[in-house]
């Protein structure tokens, strides 16, 4: 009985000589079936660390063989929604001791296990629709099923799963496809999905193969490329990105340091216009106007819209001659001459 004691107060000394203290104020003797149950009823919550969650799902030693179905729930509910992530990434490391070391066994154990992974995904996906009541059976079938089914022992530590890292740089990819869609968005007609699939092999290779075989003398042509998709210079560097796998080099990569340099300097002097506008253009007399609810003329709507439109080249205003009161110009007062003998010249008397 002292084993499941302590067990029970996770080798906690202090909470065993605590309850010791207690059983034996009212008596001092205790069977082995009352100490076995107030064992039980003493035991201590203990919160487990996200790492452990999956070892204890694949362990088939000691510390997990008295869990119940119970206990295997709870541990599920300890990071309900990391533990899914953490059992698709770890359950494959496991070695099954129900195969008995049988290849073929493992393998119909391992189809199985992701067989009750992907009713679980499932079920998630039923979850994110504000179905709480699904979370028990969420954890059956993403923890507790692929758990009894691969129960043998983790091979080395616990991988944090790469899907979390994955969908990150998925979210970034998305962001520069949908930068680059609408700067192209007056040239072509398509979307993110196609501009990546069909588009960008081809964007590369015209950015990029100009620059790889003349390498200076190609930046024109390459310029040329990226004013007919009004494509700037940020574009350029996400499609080398976009266009970039994990077994193949950058595209860029055999470029020199002084075509970029090059590239770069040419691209900064020439002018560039985006097919939107630019929210910085519009006055602030216009902002307050309509903030205040008041209204203006049409004609100073229209001149304060030219004005924040990058696309519309404005011509330069010429001065018009000042006029007088018959229609006749006047001219700009002389400057009068100062004298350079540094004399004075004498003040009138003034008589009273």
């Known amino acids: 009985w002292y084993q499941r004691r302590v067990r029970g107060a996770n080798s906690d000394i202090r909470q065993i000589l605590n309850h010791l203290a207690v059983w034996t104020a009212g008596n001092k003797t205790i069977s082995y079936e009352e100490a076995g149950k107030e064992a039980d009823s003493a035991r201590k919550d203990m919160r487990v660390g996200i790492f452990d969650i999956p070892r204890l799902f694949l362990s088939a030693g000691e510390e997990t063989r008295r869990y119940t179905y119970a206990d295997y729930t709870d541990l599920f509910f300890q990071d309900y929604s990391m533990t899914p992530f953490f059992m698709h990434e770890n359950y494959a490391r496991s070695r099954p001791a129900r195969a008995g070391g049988n290849d073929l066994k493992t393998l119909l154990l391992l189809s199985n296990a992701a067989d009750s992974i992907c009713a679980g995904d499932r079920v998630s996906a039923d979850i994110r629709m504000q179905n709480w009541g699904l979370l028990p059976t969420l954890a059956h079938f993403s923890a507790v099923l692929p758990g009894w089914y691969m129960r043998g022992g983790l091979q080395g530590m616990t991988n944090f799963p790469q899907i979390l890292g994955q969908t990150s740089k998925k979210n970034r990819c998305d962001g520069l496809l949908q930068d680059m869609l609408s700067h192209m968005v007056l040239h072509v007609s398509t979307n993110k999905t196609q501009l990546g699939m069909e588009y960008l092999p081809l964007l590369k290779h015209k950015l990029v193969a100009p620059l790889l075989q003349k390498e200076t003398e190609g930046i024109t042509e390459v310029l ?11 574009d350029w560097d996400s499609v080398m990105e976009l266009s970039t796998f ?16 090059a590239f770069t300097r040419l691209f900064n002097k020439q002018t560039h216009l985006t097919p939107y506008v630019l929210d910085s253009g519009v006055s602030k007399r216009k902002r307050a106007n309509v903030v205040n609810g008041e209204g203006e003329d049409e004609g100073e709507e229209e001149d304060e819209e030219e004005e924040g439109d990058a696309m519309i080249k404005k011509p330069a ?27 004075q010249p004498a003040k009138k008397s003034s008589s009273r």
Do not use: I, N
């Open 224 to 234: 040329k490329t990226m004013q007919d998709y009004d494509l700037q210079r940020e």
């Open 317 to 343: 205003k010429s001065k018009a001659p000042v006029k007088g009161k018959k229609g006749t110009e006047k001219k700009a007062p002389a400057k009068s001459k100062k004298t350079t003998t540094g004399k």
């Open 246 to 261: 994990s077994s193949h080099s950058a595209p860029s990569s055999g470029l020199s340091t002084r075509t970029k340099s």
